[in-house]
């Protein structure tokens, strides 16, 4: 059974960068798109990357875009989150997802097969 395991969240001050990274079992065909949802306290989860093993494609939520960088090194079928700027409006619950959307539905959390245990995120002074 693939799974994603995710690490390097934390406590972060205002500002302050903290990068996530999120391991997958085994890379297969169902699963050629990787993403990092988040779900603060009694909100919907909300996208927040996503990219594409084949080929790099980037897609970013309009409140991290410019301040988030996804990324992934294949050698370590691992996918990483660069957070920077981290506001304490960014304080979730951290997910990386694993799917095979189409192009239209990437920023759709229904559509991602296999999720990580989350990795908490509290960004306050």
């Known amino acids: 059974q693939v799974q994603l395991v995710e690490s390097g969240g934390g406590l972060a001050e205002p500002g302050r960068s903290l990068k996530l990274t999120c391991t997958i079992s085994q890379r297969t065909a169902n699963y050629r798109n990787m993403a990092w949802f988040r779900q603060a306290s009694e909100k919907e989860r909300e996208f927040v990357a996503a990219?594409?093993?084949?080929?790099?494609?980037?897609f970013y939520g309009d409140s991290v875009k410019g301040r988030f960088t996804i990324s992934l090194d294949k050698t370590k079928d691992s996918v990483y989150l660069q957070m920077n700027d981290l506001q304490p409006e960014d304080t979730a619950v951290y997910y990386c997802?694993?799917?095979?959307?189409?192009?239209?539905?990437?920023?759709?959390?229904?559509?991602?097969?296999?999720w990580g245990q989350g990795t908490q995120v509290p960004v306050s002074s």
């Open positions: 997802a694993a799917g095979n959307p189409i192009l239209s539905a990437t920023r759709d959390s229904g559509v991602y097969r296999i």
């Open positions: 990219i594409r093993w084949s080929g790099g494609n980037t």
